[in-house]
């Protein structure tokens, strides 16, 4: 086996993933409580007590809620970044005002690679509103995943280091004309459009017709709104975009959910 992907969960009520090889499993964010993280790994068929490390891409709730009960749980290492642990340390105080432990914190820094068992992780700088929010690459026997989700435009740096991608999880968070007619106040509306906001699926579209390298084995889209997106339309503007380039037999399209996890991903 090379690597596998498990998407938990997706989306703004709490993002959760696993990515795993034969010998290291990671969790990729915990953004859903812990006892619903477990029953979603026992039901794909994983042991929560298997689990090498958590890996937090940045302090949004939907990103960390879990965290502090599973750290404890579980006893293993928690990586993020200097600032990310600050920004969730500030958030996360107590009614005394004390902060909370993580007592296997490792910090990473963006754009340096580390290891945890035999997969090379990857973290890179995204254009977000949080304190130093990151995507991550996974390179193990072969097989490179690329997970960028929360991020208000693709830069030329992201497009680099996804390149080569076998499994690509992207953001399709809303349709654009969703997002302007919807029900959200007009500053929710500015914050997702800007450019640390949320990737469109017309965005995302894009990426797909000039910057990506048609690599993939397979495609997630993620991240999806429930109010201002639909899983059809995000899949068929996804899949027009990798058909104009030719690319839609190497790339199958995958959903990723709020509800429910989606079967594994194995490469
Ligand atoms: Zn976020
Ligand atoms: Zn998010």
């Not at 500030?90 to 068992?117: C, I, W, Y």
Request: aromatic fraction near 6%.
């Amino acid at each position: 086996m090379g690597l596998c992907v498990s998407m938990l969960a997706s989306g703004s009520r709490g993002n959760c993933a696993i990515v795993a090889s034969s010998l290291t499993k990671l969790l990729v964010d915990a953004g859903i409580s812990c006892r619903e993280t477990f029953k979603r790994m026992k039901a794909i068929g994983e042991d929560p007590r298997s689990l090498s490390a958590i890996l937090i891409t940045h302090e949004h709730s939907d990103h960390i809620y879990g965290l502090a009960t599973m750290a404890k749980k579980l006893s293993i290492p928690i990586f993020m970044t200097g600032a990310t642990h600050q920004a969730w340390a500030r958030a996360m105080r107590d009614e005394n005002g004390q902060r909370p432990k993580l007592e296997k914190l490792e910090k990473f820094e963006s754009g340096h690679t580390f290891h945890v068992g035999d997969i090379a992780v990857k973290p890179f700088t995204i254009p977000h509103d949080a304190a130093d929010p990151v995507g991550f690459t996974f390179v193990a026997e072969g097989v490179k995943v690329g997970i960028a989700t929360d991020l208000g435009y693709i830069p030329v740096s992201v497009r680099d280091h996804l390149r080569g991608c076998d499994v690509l999880v992207m953001e399709s968070n809303h349709d654009l004309e969703m997002l302007r007619g919807g029900p959200y106040p007009w500053s929710v509306k500015q914050r997702v459009m800007s450019r640390v906001g949320h990737l469109s699926n017309e965005a995302l579209a894009d990426f797909f017709l000039h910057d990506y390298d048609n690599n993939a084995a397979f495609v997630v889209l993620a991240h999806l709104s429930e109010q201002n997106n639909h899983p059809e339309i995000a899949r068929r503007e996804a899949e027009k975009a990798l058909a104009m380039r030719g690319g839609l037999f190497q790339n199958r399209v995958l959903l990723a959910g709020q509800a429910e996890p989606l079967a594994p991903i194995r490469l």
